[in-house]
């Protein structure tokens, strides 16, 4: 199935083609992994509504009952390595979530579709700019997308952000540059982990390491990303 929406960036960390066996590159598709693959997944940007059939019935965005085409949804491609923690980016700069109607939903397959419940993003008053989203896999299919909160613990203390709903640690959207004469680089990061069995029943681990690695700063896995919101807030991600 062709795309409906414009994918507005896809940046991952790269992929060793050499020991990639999964040749399913669009999100819409269903594939089988193992350990070191490439996965394709999308995540789609639009209002809360638009992700519901008739109002009470949430589907995958690869289903054509909704109508994502045509409510100013905005689409983000990534193909991260399966079983690695990944560190996904969505540069802001041009593009603001809550113009596009403030939540996103995570998604892949077909037949085997699996997408994950909403999550805000962001609205005229607050932006949250951190996620943890883990993919998990029985035999090699996706089973399930999840948000994986960790309930404002990781912005305790900070006056610069306010918690949402117990979950979210947010900033005032007005100080994200380009809105109100902001300074802070709002650029959403994803942090990409994976959970169960791959084709091979091998055990996928990286989300287990993500648990263990809680307990310390996980600033210094991406050094490269200068000038980041958690760089400038005291590098709490």
Known sequence: MALWLMPMLLLTLSVVAASNTNKVYQPCAD????????????IAFSSKDSFFYNNSLQLSPCDRRLSLSSSNAQLALFRP?????????INT??????????????????????????AFVANNTYVVTSFTLVLEFQKGRLQNLYWKRDGCSSC????????LNKQD???KTASCKGRGGGSVDCSLGIQLAFSGTDKHLSV??????????RQYSLYGLYSNLR??????????F
Do not use: H
Not at 31 to 42: L, Y
Not at 98 to 107: I, R
Not at 204 to 212: G, P, R
């Open 31 to 42: 594939a089988r992994i193992q350990r070191s693959d490439g996965f394709t997944f999308g």
């Open 81 to 89: 390595k399966v079983d690695e923690i990944s560190l996904l980016t």
């Open 93 to 118: 700069s041009s593009f603001f979530p809550d113009t596009f109607g403030g939540y996103m939903v995570a998604f892949a397959g077909r037949k085997y579709a699996a997408r994950s419940p909403l």
């Open 156 to 163: 305790k203390g900070k006056s610069n952000f306010v918690c």
């Open 169 to 171: 640690c947010a900033i």
């Open 204 to 213: 996928l681990n990286s989300w287990y390491e993500v648990e263990n690695l």
């Open 227 to 236: 000038d980041s919101l958690t760089s400038q807030y005291n590098k709490f």
